[in-house]
Each structure stands twice: as C-alpha cells, then as structure tokens.
C-alpha cells in the first residue's frame, strides 16, 4: 500500500513537472513513468538502509537508463525524458533545512546541511553521466550509433589530429 | 548536393538559429554543439567550429566564410522546442529535408509559443508541489495548504517575471509569498508542519534541471558553461532561500 501510493504520488510530480517544463504533450506520460521508476528505486534503496548519497546515485542511473531506453524508442533528445525524472530526487528539504539554519545563525549544521545536498546533487549528476557512458559502451560493441556526448568528444578528437 | 551550390550565408544562420533556440530552451552545451557541427558536416562543411556558453554562441563554417556571433539573454526550459530542432537536424542530416526548408522550419518553431495555457501549468505546479510533499514524508492534512501554496508561488513568479524580466527579484517575491501561505495557514490551523509545506510550495521554483546540466557541462569540459549554469542556479537557490529566510526571522 505504502509503495502504490508512493508510486502514484511520484507519477503526478513528475508528470506535473513534465507540463512545466513543457515536454511534447505524448512524452509526459512517459516522463512521470521515468519519475516514479526513479523514485521507486531510490525508496526501495533507502528501505535496505542504503544511505541517501548511494539511494540517489542509483536512482538517477536507473532514470537515465529508463531515460535513455526511451529516448531511443521515440528518437527524442533523452533530455526530454530525464529533466522531470530526477526532480523528486533534487534535495529540495535539505537545501531548504541549510538555507534555514543559516538564517537562524546555526551555522554548523547550516554547513552540514549544505554538503548534504552538494554531495546528493552531485550523485544525481554522476548517476546520469555513469548510465550515459555505459550505455554508450553497450551500444557500441551492438554496433548501432552513439550518445551526443561520445559523437561530441570524437569531433573534437579527430579536429586535434 | 555539392559544395558549390549551397548558399553559406543561410547555412550559417540556419546552424545558428539552431543553436539558439537550444540554448534558450535549456539544452545541454555539448549537445548544442553536436547538432551545430552535425547539420554543418551533413552540408560537406566539414572545418566548422563552434563555442558555445550559455550567454552567446560563436560559429565558423570555414576559412573563406564569415563568422557570426549571437547574444542570448533568457533563458527557459522548453523541452518540446528542443525535442523540435533535435527533429529538423534529424531531418537534415539523413537529407530528408533541404536547407531551406529546415532554416523555415525553424523560424517557424522560434516564433511559436508551444506552452500549454497558463491555467494548466498552474494546476500541475500546484499539484507537482503537494505531491513532493507527501514524497517527503509529509502530512496529508497539510496537502490543501501546501496546493495554495505552489498555486500563489507559480502565480507570482509567473506575473512579475513578465513585469520585471529579473529572474532573482521574481524568484525572491514568489518564495517570500510562499513562506507567508505557510505561516498563515499553520498560525490558523489549517496545516502542521510548516517546513514540509514551504518545501512542497517551493520545488516548481527550485533549479533542478539548472544544477545537473552545471554538472554535465563541467563533466564534458565545457568548463565556462558549466561554472555560468552553476553561477545562475546558485543565485536561483538563494533568492528561493532568502525569500524563505525573511519570513522565518519575520515571524
């Protein structure tokens, strides 16, 4: 129970998010998909007392992955399925608690807060990058075209020789 | 196609518009040089250059031709306009569409607005943010509260970003109206937590897609785009935060 309603209540964030940030009217059903398999894993990672850095570095791998896999389906840039994917994972609470704790002239724990959310934001970034490059890698001994990233480093490669 | 016939004046400016309404939508800096290097090389221009920042674009297609510069000033998320130009680079790369027509079809796609109506965005705001409330562990008697609260949020960020064009000052109104949603409400009991509530009205604002594209872009070594997205989405979080802050030295 508590995981459908978990599952329900991602959906309609990300999917609201997709509205927001105006993805194509089709894809915004496949984004809030994206969210909740995102947020369904990092909630069942925190339920096997993984901590939040780890939860939200998997998680965001598995967003981009699911991301990616549906990028190629609708031959759609994958930021359109990824940007809502990982707002229920961004440490909005924590910011927000570090924010406030400065405010009120704590400021100890208003550091401790900061890092907090620096290092989950950073795993969010490092969870999208490490899917994209593996991806990359997969695809590539398939034999079947490339990420933009990859195809961009080997322009610059091939200008320098 | 061969080299001699292709009009180079219109294929710069048709790479260049490409690349703005990228950049103006959100797009990553590395992808925006990918499409602007792909359409150029699918055209037989194969010494283009490029550099890119989030603030300007600089494109080159070769020795002999000009070189143009365009300045970008706002920039929004429109992942449909991305989704769009990614669709005529396609287009023209796999030479499906010629030159001219793809360099139409992108001042048509510049000058359309393609947001869904306002009232809209305002209900999916307002239920993005009750939705993370309840996401972090939030109070389900709190989930009316904090619906007013990402409504009147989206409400004033949209009016006096139209107002002011000044992204900090509409930012900093929008959070300071929040923080009062959220007081008032719990002060009349019609929340209880009011940390929960103030974070679920906020998350619209919040710079999320900003913060991982800084990232991305540092990643890719595009190091000036990534410290200038970085700059833009830590001055969003702290006009967020010091809108906050007032309300909670105020009360």
């Known amino acids: 129970m508590d995981y459908l309603i978990q599952f329900i209540m991602s959906f309609i964030a990300t999917a609201s998010f997709g509205v927001i940030f105006n993805a194509p009217i089709k894809a915004i059903p496949i984004c809030g998909l994206v969210g909740s398999v995102g947020w369904m894993g990092y909630y069942s990672f925190l339920q096997v007392n993984a901590t939040e850095v780890h939860a939200t570095f998997l998680a965001s791998f598995v967003v981009a992955v699911v991301a990616q896999i549906f990028a190629r389906w609708f031959k759609t840039p994958m930021i359109v399925f990824y940007v809502a994917g990982i707002i229920p994972l961004v440490p909005g609470g924590i910011a927000y608690n570090s924010m406030r704790s400065i405010v009120e002239l704590d400021y100890t724990s208003g550091i401790e807060f900061g890092m907090r959310a620096f290092m989950i934001s950073g795993a969010i970034a490092m969870g999208l990058v490490f899917a994209e490059v593996i991806i990359q890698l997969n695809y590539r001994t398939l034999n079947k075209g490339k990420t933009s990233m990859q195809s961009f480093a080997r322009i610059k490669r091939q200008k320098v020789k | 196609m061969s080299n001699n ?226 700059a833009e989405a830590f001055l969003t979080a702290f006009a967020i935060g010091s809108g906050i802050a007032l309300v909670v030295v105020a009360f």
């Open chain 2, 5 to 230: 016939e292709i009009n180079f004046e219109m294929a710069l400016d048709c790479f260049l518009l490409a690349g703005r309404i990228m950049i103006e939508s959100g797009a990553e800096t590395y992808r925006v040089e990918d499409t602007m290097l792909r359409m150029a090389r699918s055209l037989g221009i194969e010494d283009a250059q490029s550099y890119v920042t989030p603030t300007g674009i600089i494109l080159s297609i070769g020795k002999k031709q000009i070189t143009k510069i365009t300045s970008i000033s706002n920039r929004i998320t429109d992942l449909h306009k991305i989704a769009l130009v990614n669709n005529v680079s396609r287009k023209l790369t796999n030479k499906i569409i010629t030159l001219e027509q793809a360099y139409e079809e992108l001042i048509k796609i510049q000058k359309t607005n393609y947001f869904l109506p306002i009232s809209l965005q305002l209900l999916t705001a307002a239920s993005a943010g009750s939705a993370l409330m309840i996401l972090f562990g939030g109070l389900w008697s709190d989930l009316p509260a904090t619906f007013v609260a990402g409504a009147v949020g989206f409400i004033v960020v949209t009016i006096l970003h139209d107002l002011t064009k000044v992204k900090f000052f509409s930012e900093f109104l929008a959070a300071l109206f929040i923080g009062l949603v959220a007081h008032f409400a719990v002060k009349f009991h019609l929340g209880t937590e009011i940390d929960k509530i103030i974070i679920g009205g906020v998350m619209p604002l919040v710079p999320g897609l900003l913060i991982t594209n800084a990232i991305r872009d540092l990643m890719a070594g595009h190091f000036t785009s990534g410290i200038s997205r970085g």
